[in-house]
């Protein structure tokens, strides 16, 4: 069970989060139904999105297009 603070804020139990894939910075919504409410993690539909962070690299921009083109046949 959780529970409210007085700003209204609520720790959302790890083993939902983990089944949702809710991450930090993400958005949740919360949807009335005749019992109560649901909560929904909100999903980009940006085919990019998926990809955010999964190449962190302390490289530059020339430094890793460089490395993904590899080296040119001259």
Do not use: N
């Not at 949807?31 to 999964?54: A, L, M, P, Q």
């Not at 190449?55 to 921009?61: D, F, I, M, N, R």
Request: glycine share 8%; net charge negative.
């Amino acid at each position: 069970m959780s529970r409210v603070t007085e700003k209204g804020q609520v720790t959302i139990p790890k083993e939902i989060r983990d089944e949702l894939g809710i991450q930090p910075g993400d958005e949740v919504t919360f949807e009335r139904t005749d019992t109560g409410y649901i909560v929904r993690k909100e999903v980009d539909d940006s085919r990019f999105e998926k990809w955010r962070g999964v190449a962190e690299t302390e490289k530059s921009v020339a430094e890793r297009m460089s490395e993904l083109r590899g080296k040119r046949e001259q």
